[in-house]
């Protein structure tokens, strides 16, 4: 389940993170008096709002009317938009990038921070984040802030330590699996203000926090929509290359690579409970459906990058195979696995013209080289 911003910030006030005051306003004649120096802000499930102009700095109260007016009747990429923020304008000295994401592959959780954060932070090269994993027996421990923060020269920011603390607190009792923060400001009164929210809990434990009216079908794309009919999440975005993964942590961590290393993504793809791994064969084609959707949005490359533990790869291949042969014999499509029966799912697929590679550095580097020179293999 994606979390409106909005809804994000509630969950981070109620766990004493700062952001700055708001209201939400759904109808431009219902828009009250404010005064000036605030922000108005497009509240839609995708990325990509700054530069789409559906985040208006307003000085008067006739420019915040005139931003919701004009907010509402937007659409971004695709994305009806139901609702707008306005909330207090914040002076910014520097802007940081923070998340904590489930790492499946290590069987634990993982912490991102840069020092660059704000808009552009996709375009940065992965030495500007630091990482520390957390086992979940264990816990976050203070050396772990540090060692997050050390490289950055912000060890010492008391604030943005306790920012940190009660952000693994939040993500752990809401069962998230991913929370972003992009970007954590230092304002200039010296104070960190948490200034956007990107969270996706886990839908079998929904603790009721938050009110899930506003995820309305209506603000989803048609492909997104299509997706979560199966029980799936899809992310549209508006770059070149679709990721397809089992888990929201892989995924955001496969579609944060390709962008690192100068790709971009048309759509992120977490097949959640998908069963598109199950021994019944009706399942999986029923499942098919699903992946079908990816080729609506005619990406100029298809990555499926699959970790099981306990599901089977060989059965995930006879679906993936079932639907993108044909495919692949028009646009790239890339097959990366590992876990249970990885063997048998590449040779499953080794007769068609995806692919296949045990490297998930190859896949990020020939889904890139793919969309960007057109190529197909055999």
Request: hydrophobic letters at 40%.
């Amino acid at each position: 389940m994606n979390l409106f911003e909005y809804q994000g910030k509630e969950l981070f006030s109620k766990a004493g993170i700062p952001v700055p005051k708001g209201i939400i306003v759904k109808n431009a004649d219902e828009t009250p008096d404010i005064d000036g120096g605030r922000v108005v802000k497009a509240q839609v499930l995708t990325g990509g709002r700054g530069k789409a102009g559906a985040i208006k700095k307003c000085d008067t109260n006739e420019e915040i009317k005139q931003a919701v007016r004009d907010i509402l009747a937007m659409k971004v990429k695709g994305h009806s938009v139901k609702a707008v923020l306005i909330e207090e304008l914040s002076s910014v000295k520097e802007e940081y990038y923070f998340s904590i994401a489930i790492n499946r592959k290590n069987k634990n959780f993982i912490m991102m921070f840069s020092r660059q954060g704000g808009i552009e932070v996709e375009s940065l090269a992965a030495d500007k984040f630091t990482t520390v994993e957390i086992n979940p027996v264990i816990g976050l421990r203070p050396y772990m802030i540090k060692e997050l923060l050390l490289s950055s020269g912000l060890d010492g920011n008391e604030q943005l330590k306790e920012v940190i603390e009660k952000s693994y607190e939040l993500f752990t009792l809401e069962k998230m699996q991913l929370l972003e923060m992009n970007p954590v400001a230092l304002t200039a009164a010296d104070e960190i203000m948490v200034l956007d929210s990107k969270i996706v809990l886990d839908d079998n434990y929904l603790s009721g926090s938050v009110e899930f009216s506003e995820n309305e079908s209506g603000s989803l794309t048609p492909v997104e929509a299509k997706i979560a009919q199966y029980g799936a999440t899809g992310v549209e975005l508006d770059g070149d290359i679709a990721v397809v993964c089992a888990g929201a942590g892989v995924s955001m961590a496969t579609a944060d690579s390709i962008v690192r290393k100068g790709g971009s993504v048309r759509l992120i793809f977490d097949t959640g409970t998908l069963p598109s791994d199950s021994s019944d064969e009706s399942k999986r084609i029923w499942a098919s459906n699903a992946y079908a959707a990816v080729l609506d949005l005619n990406p100029k490359v298809i990555l499926f990058n699959e970790f099981y533990q306990a599901g089977r790869l060989d059965y995930e291949a006879m679906t993936i195979k079932y639907v993108m042969e044909e495919a692949a014999e028009r646009i790239p499509v890339i097959f990366r696995c590992k876990g249970r029966m990885a063997e048998a799912a590449n040779e499953i697929l080794k007769d068609t013209k995806i692919y296949i590679t045990e490297s998930y550095e190859d896949a990020c580097d020939m889904a890139i080289k793919a969309a960007k020179e057109g190529i197909t293999w055999r």
